[in-house]
C-alpha cells in the first residue's frame, strides 16, 4: 500500500510562509501525481493543488492561485507545498495523498492513499 508522511506545518501569522513536505514510503510513488487537501473544522475537505507524476503540470484551487506552488522531488520520493502570503482562512490540517496511475496527470480526483495530516493555523 504504502505510506505518506505530512511534516511542516505550524503557527505562522497572517503574511507568513510554510512549507509543507510529504514523504513516500515507496519509490513508485515517484512514479504518481500527488495532490494537497485541507479540512478546516466544520467544513468538507477541499482541493489545494496537484501536479502531474513528473512535475510537469501543476493544477490549483482559485483560493491559493498565485499564493501557493506544488512541487515534487522524485529522487526524494517527496512532495512538497510551499505557502506564501497567508491568511487566516488558510488554517486547516493539510493532507497529501497520491492516484496510482502510473506516470498520470494532475488531477483532483481519485486518489488512493492519504497521510495523516499536518496542521496550519495562521494567526491574524
Known amino acids: 500500500q504504502g505510506q505518506l508522511v505530512e511534516s511542516g506545518g505550524g503557527l505562522v501569522q497572517t503574511g507568513g510562509s510554510l512549507r509543507l513536505s510529504c514523504a513516500a514510503s515507496?519509490?513508485?510513488?515517484?512514479?504518481?501525481?500527488m495532490g494537497w487537501f485541507r479540512q478546516a473544522p466544520g467544513k468538507e475537505r477541499e482541493f489545494v493543488a496537484a501536479?502531474?507524476?513528473?512535475?510537469?503540470?501543476?493544477d490549483y484551487a482559485d483560493s491559493v492561485k498565485g499564493r501557493f506552488t506544488i512541487s515534487k522531488d522524485n529522487t526524494k520520493i517527496t512532495g512538497y507545498l510551499q505557502m506564501n502570503s497567508l491568511r487566516p482562512e488558510d488554517t486547516a490540517v493539510y493532507y497529501c495523498a497520491v492516484k496510482k496511475s502510473s506516470f498520470g496527470g494532475a488531477t483532483r480526483q481519485a486518489f488512493d492513499v492519504w497521510g495523516q495530516g499536518t496542521q496550519v493555523t495562521v494567526s491574524s
Open positions: 515507496e519509490r513508485t510513488f515517484s512514479m504518481y501525481p
Open positions: 501536479i502531474s507524476w513528473r512535475g510537469s503540470t501543476t
